[in-house]
């Protein structure tokens, strides 16, 4: 293409001074050329290509960076396997689909594991019998092809942001012989968090199309269950904040409230009283992000909310499984919806996190919350809200955390066009209750990616995904797209 436009220009200026009839229309003949040839060039680009070229030239870091960042508390190690050939070499078959909030025996993991798989979502479950589950686990690990890696949310976060090469990162979390031989070396893990066994988590992955009976998944996901008592109580949580003061980081990043899921009700509420002061006694000058996961107990969420965990915080990370848990666990908008039918609606998305930042967050001066920030992601699209006066560059930020989306699902450092594809709404309402942002709508195109608009005193920042065609792993996807976006995040 290149060539044949250069020639058109040497032959054009060549005309342009041998012949003075030339010398008007030839350079308007080449301009419109010139401008035909980049249309057409612009349109035989794939629309994954001119979407990654996009991202990569509007994100940048922010005019102030972290340096130093704390992570804890929940780390183990993953096994990941085949879910269906796992559980077809425990003897089981498919048959009836439930959602046990809490896994009991091996046919409660073989109906929910059923449930999700069928709706293509994460989730993850505690499962209550240790001797069980120690035998299931040795299955799970000599299984063939399975593999091990570094797990856990917090682990994962501080693994992502510790490859940026520019930060010290502490993890504090429950460190066992085979989770340190797999951590990075760079991550610091202090004495108090190394352990002589390690906490495992069995990682149930299936494809895109994969069938197991009449079961079809839709998408590519994984079904997570362990028995971590170490996590599920957050035990290292006292040791992260009895280290900051050595530490001195700007930059908490927690996880691991929906570990204790599993406890019984009075441990768990006493629990989660003593995590809720000490993060409050997190000095205010470090800013504080809690990344949600996979909960069923509305119960449960209700405390974490009453308790104030999510106003003593500065940002949340969180999927569309644990936003609409919490508008149904609050009688938030769209509550009444059981669950998301295919990608969630944008419209419907921003009223819950709109309500979710007004009802919790720090929306006037009067309000005792820190809560500034929220990161919503799916696997079609990203979706960030901050009150604003409080944070910067969120353009790069949810740009910069769907790029990699992209790429670690396909296990490339990079985008590769040619092994994603575009799957995201690209024209959208902002809203299903605000009537004047409900007859708006909002188009985005793979040139002009990030589409941002207000709400109040709120601003919101969405971008499409590019989904892996065939994924290589999609655990720790939600860990990695957190910790990028924060990456790319600055406090004002």
């Not at 001074?17 to 308007?28: A, D, K, M, V």
């Not at 629309?47 to 005019?63: C, R, T, V």
């Not at 809560?371 to 949810?398: D, E, K, P």
């Not at 990699?404 to 902002?430: E, N, R, Y």
Request: overall charge negative; charged content about 20%.
């Amino acid at each position: 293409m290149w060539r044949v436009a250069a020639g058109v220009v040497l032959l054009a200026v060549g005309l342009f001074f041998i012949h003075p009839s030339c010398r008007l229309e030839g350079p308007q003949v080449l301009i419109r050329f010139l401008s035909q040839s980049l249309v057409r060039s612009s349109a035989e680009q794939p629309l994954e290509q001119l979407l990654a070229e996009a991202w990569d030239s509007m994100i940048i870091p922010p005019n102030v960076g972290w340096s130093r960042v704390a992570v804890g508390v929940n780390a183990c190690v993953d096994v990941v396997v085949c879910g269906v050939g796992l559980l077809q070499a425990l003897g089981l078959v498919p048959g009836t689909q439930v959602d046990h909030d809490t896994l009991q025996s091996q046919e409660d993991l073989r109906e929910t594991f059923s449930y999700f798989m069928e709706k293509g979502v994460a989730a993850e479950r505690f499962f209550a019998d240790k001797e069980l589950f120690k035998n299931i686990a040795a299955a799970a690990s000599q299984y063939p092809g399975a593999k091990h890696f570094v797990g856990g949310n917090a682990a994962l976060i501080g693994q992502k942001l510790g490859s940026s090469g520019n930060l010290s990162v502490l993890l504090c979390g429950p460190v066992g012989p085979k989770l340190h031989e797999l951590l990075d070396d760079q991550i610091i893990v202090p004495p108090e968090s190394l352990q002589d066994m390690d906490e495992f988590h069995l990682i149930l992955e299936y494809h895109a199309g994969e069938s197991w009976g009449e079961i079809y998944a839709p998408n590519a996901n994984r079904f997570i269950f362990s028995h971590d008592t170490s996590n599920a109580e957050m035990k290292m949580l006292e040791t992260l904040v009895l280290n900051l003061k050595e530490f001195k980081p700007e930059l908490i990043v927690l996880s691991g409230l929906h570990m204790m899921e599993g406890q019984e009700e009075e441990e768990r509420d006493r629990r989660l009283l003593e995590v809720a002061e000490l993060i409050s006694k997190i000095p205010n000058e470090i800013s504080v992000h809690l990344e949600l996961a996979s909960m069923t107990d509305t119960d449960y969420m209700n405390a974490i909310v009453e308790q104030q965990v999510l106003t003593i915080v500065n940002s949340i990370g969180l999927n569309e499984q644990e936003l609409l848990f919490i508008s149904q666990a609050g009688s938030g908008p769209h509550s009444t919806q059981e669950f998301w039918n295919g990608a969630p609606d944008v419209g419907m998305v921003s009223d819950i996190i709109f309500w979710l930042l007004k009802e919790y967050g720090q929306t006037d001066q009067t309000k005792e919350s820190d809560l500034t920030r929220i990161h919503f992601h799916t696997l079609t699209y990203h979706m960030i809200a901050v009150i604003n006066g409080h944070w910067s560059n969120q353009n790069s930020s949810v740009a910069a955390g769907a790029r990699v989306a992209g790429s670690q699902a396909c296990g490339t450092d990079t985008i590769d066009p040619t092994k994603v594809v575009l799957k995201s709404p690209m024209q959208f309402v902002l809203s299903q209750m605000d009537k004047t942002l409900k007859a708006k709508k909002m188009t985005l195109s793979p040139t002009n990616p990030v589409g941002v608009w207000h709400r109040e005193n709120i601003s919101f920042f969405i971008t499409p995904v590019m989904v892996c065609i065939d994924p290589v792993r999609t655990v720790g996807l939600g860990d990695s797209i957190s910790a990028e976006g924060l990456l790319y995040s600055g406090r004002l």
